[in-house]
């Protein structure tokens, strides 16, 4: 049965640093993705990591995946305070059952 | 382009009472999903649809049914109400299949707030 978990669960930083968020899941996946989920609204997409070795960027977000690892990250540079928000990542078992981790809720202090 | 829908937005019922939540999407996706958030345990899946004519259950199915009615319309019903249905849910959709950067990518809906007291 496929688990997935994040660490840290919270994290609160400082404007301008920079930190990783962890993602580990039990069985073997290919895919991972990252999701980010502002206070009271719904979820939306940040990245498909696809492949072993896969790194996708956008802005001060980095997101790779190590599939022998069963691991992936998160990491934000230079936090600013618009990156608060809780980030979930998800894998799947099977080809339809994604199994989401329990969420790191990060919050950037200025 | 709506993307994925939902009704009600929120909801409060009496424990016993039954409802049915609705989800439609346009983006002609073939497979739909449903998930239950409750504070500090992320997303559960309760059902989810991969096709067209077809449904499954999830981690957490007790207490629920669905209805995949066509294409774009997928529901979740709760037959008798309980407190520990409670949560906020929300409706997927994914497309199928290729090579496209967003292959399988979930696009969800804005969620039922859903209160059983």
């Known amino acids: 049965e496929l688990k997935v978990e994040q660490n840290p669960l919270f994290l609160s930083m400082q404007e301008g640093k920079n930190y990783t968020i962890y993602c580990n899941y039990s069985t073997t996946s290919d895919r991972l993705y990252w999701y980010r989920q502002d206070p009271g609204k719904s979820l939306e997409s940040l990245f498909v990591?696809?492949?072993?070795?896969a790194v996708k960027q956008e802005g001060r977000l980095m997101a790779s995946l190590d599939t022998k690892a069963r691991l992936s990250t998160l990491h934000i540079t230079a936090a600013v305070h618009d990156l608060s928000a809780t980030y979930f990542c998800?894998?799947?078992?099977?080809?339809?059952?994604?199994?989401f981790g329990t969420g790191t809720r990060l919050k950037v202090l200025a | 382009n709506a993307g994925v829908t939902q009704t009600p937005k929120f909801q409060v019922l009496k424990t016993g009472q039954s409802m049915t939540l609705q989800c439609a999407q346009d983006m002609n996706h073939n497979s739909m999903y449903w998930y239950r958030q409750d504070p500090g345990m992320g997303l559960r899946l309760i059902y989810y649809s991969a096709s067209e004519g077809t449904t499954d259950k999830g981690e957490v199915p007790n207490g629920y049914n669905v209805s995949r009615l066509n294409k774009r319309e997928f529901s979740l019903r709760l037959e008798s109400a309980a407190p520990s249905q409670t949560s906020v849910y929300f409706c997927?959709?994914?497309?199928?299949?290729?090579?496209?950067?967003?292959?399988?990518?979930?696009?969800f809906g804005p969620g039922t707030r859903l209160t059983v007291l």
């Open positions: 998800a894998s799947t078992s099977g080809t339809y059952k994604y199994i």
């Open positions: 990591l696809l492949s072993n070795g």
């Open positions: 997927a959709s994914r497309s199928g299949g290729g090579a496209s950067p967003s292959y399988n990518e979930q696009f």
